[in-house]
């Protein structure tokens, strides 16, 4: 299995940059095994998918809401996928989760086994 650690996360105005990082513990390098996505949950609402990274050819998939300005890439050696996010709205404030999955790159919550604790991303004046 896999454990998986999310940092980077805090207080940022409206039009502001924030970088997340999920850095994953394991016995293999996840690039091999493991597609990684980003979901996160803001207060009242359900869990929604943001992001996603395959394994092997790094192949991406994007929410209709974040397209443009967030962006994810992986560290292969560190093991550590980033999540770039630009121009900040304050509908972008929520507890940011990353998740593994030995299955495609999807941004459903069923399809992924393992979780990170999460992060909180503020986005405020």
């Known amino acids: 299995q896999v454990q998986l650690v999310e940092s980077g996360g805090g207080l940022v105005q409206p039009g502001g940059s924030l970088r997340l990082s999920c850095t994953a513990s394991?016995?293999?390098?996840?690039?091999?095994?493991?597609?990684i996505g980003w979901f996160r949950q803001a207060p009242g609402k359900e869990r929604e998918g943001v992001s996603c990274i395959s394994s092997r050819d790094g192949s991406t998939n994007y929410a209709d809401s974040v397209k443009g300005r967030f962006t994810i890439s992986r560290d292969n050696a560190q093991n550590t996928v980033y999540l770039q996010m630009n121009s900040l709205k304050s509908e972008d404030t929520a507890v940011y989760y990353c998740a593994a999955t030995l299955g495609l790159c999807a941004m459903k919550i069923h399809e992924y086994d393992y979780w990170g604790q999460g992060t909180q991303v503020t986005v405020s004046s």
């Open positions: 394991t016995s293999r390098f996840i690039a091999d095994y493991y597609a």
